[in-house]
């Protein structure tokens, strides 16, 4: 079991590489000469493969595995950065976004979840923050990585140094590492309560789980679309922009830089706290204390050219968008059931189209029209702020659970 789910942590730290453009942005955009909002503009075909692979990636997972899923998504990735190194159009950096963002999806919490879960018979919280950390400690290194290569060679040598590394160590983990439990593991296993939620959820699921199409029929299925929707729209935008953001109000690159690599690395107390707390509260009650920190660091972050102000927005949001990735899997488990939870999770993640291509591109079209950010900042602390009065409504639609103790 631990070396699986080692596999998965390592498939995990993949997602770091979605953190590289942050620390090049400004690279790439002076050398083309393209506006932040055109770059900004390249979340669209990311996304748009990220929200629509989901659920097919997860579907194929069922069919030939979650090692192939994951092996494959690891190459894509790899080779994506390759193709980013050797950009010279605008369309081109468009047109491997495609790849970039199906290698992303497949590496990701949908098919990483799915198979931590199964290894998961009781202390699921635990479980899932553990594998999920890797991203965390990808996110961590990217950046600083990116820039200090960017620096000395320039970003070119970057993207095609992190390409050649996720072939070389995540490619082959992928492959020899992550296994699904087959049914005789499963049958042998004793069934065990999840503790932290509503009910006697367990590991193998039960008949009181919903499918797809009878989340869809759901409230709570709708509230948890609209609450993604708020969190992709800032977190994919604060990602984004947030190194020009601090390099514009003062701070030197590598400064920047490094705070959101401290971002980021925080995200690994953020998850295993919430895991934790996971595992002996109420889910409902843990996802209500976690979006409420990412509402006070989306308020901080208006105040976040000053240093101590920026400390708070640092931590906080380090925290808070870290643990999602464990509190949103746990509350779609708790609210549905786990037997069809990768489905329906796949679902709910096609929310990352629309707020994450609007946000950057918002944030990106404020810097451009009125030359700061702050538009863009205030929208995101209202919308977060709605998204956690929101997210009271949620309650357990299991059938026979209709609400949490």
């Known amino acids: 079991m631990f070396i699986v789910l080692f596999g998965c942590f390592v498939c995990q730290m993949g997602l770091g590489a979605g953190y590289v ?7 790439i955009v002076a050398e083309f000469d393209w506006s932040r909002a055109a770059f900004s503009a390249s979340s669209a075909p990311l996304l748009a493969a990220m929200g629509l692979s989901a659920p097919l990636l997860g579907a194929l997972a069922e069919r030939i595995g979650a090692r192939a899923v994951l092996t494959g998504s690891a190459l894509a990735l790899g080779l994506s950065l390759g193709l980013f190194s050797r950009m010279e159009e605008l369309w081109q950096f468009y047109a491997t976004s495609v790849l970039f963002g199906i290698g992303l999806t497949g590496v990701g919490d949908v ?21 999920y950390l890797g991203s965390n400690v990808g996110g961590g290194i990217v950046p ?14 970057a993207l095609e140094g992190l390409g050649l590394a996720v072939i070389v160590i995540i490619v082959p983990i992928a492959l020899f590492a992550v296994r699904e439990r087959d049914d005789e593991e499963l049958d042998t296993e004793p069934l065990r309560p999840i503790q932290g939620v509503a009910g006697d959820v367990r590991a193998a699921g039960g008949p009181d789980d919903l499918d797809l199409h009878e ?11 609209a609450v993604l929707f708020t969190f992709y729209f800032y977190y994919l935008a604060v990602n984004q922009h947030l190194v020009a953001f601090l390099s514009d109000s003062g701070f030197s690159d590598a400064r920047a830089a490094a705070g959101l690599s401290f971002a980021v690395a925080l995200g690994v107390f953020g998850k295993l706290g919430m895991g934790l707390l996971a595992d002996r509260l109420a889910i409902k ?15 901080a972050l208006l105040g976040a050219a000053t240093p101590g102000v920026l400390t708070v927005f640092l931590i906080a949001h380090g925290l808070a968008t870290a643990a999602e990735n464990v509190v949103m899997p746990l509350l779609v488990a708790d609210s549905f059931g786990v037997t069809h939870m ?16 609007l946000g950057p591109i918002f944030a990106g079209l404020a810097f451009d029209t009125l030359g700061d950010y702050r538009v863009a900042f205030v929208a995101f602390a209202i919308m977060n702020t709605l998204g956690l009065l929101a997210l009271t409504r949620v309650r357990c639609e299991r059938k026979e659970v209709r609400s949490w103790t």
């Open 144 to 157: 600083i990585a990116a820039d200090r290569m960017a620096a000395v060679e320039s970003w070119r040598y």
């Open 215 to 225: 989340a869809i029929r759901t409230p709570t299925f709708w509230i948890l679309a």
């Open 342 to 357: 990768a489905k329906i999770y796949g679902a709910l993640m096609m929310t990352l189209f629309p707020g994450g291509v």
């Open 285 to 299: 009650r843990v996802a209500l204390a976690n979006f409420a920190v990412l509402a006070l660091a989306s308020i």
């Open 21 to 27: 453009f942050s620390a090049t942005l400004k690279h």
């Open 111 to 131: 098919i990483v979840g799915a198979v931590a879960a199964q290894w998961a018979v009781a202390r699921r919280g635990v479980v899932l923050a553990t594998v």
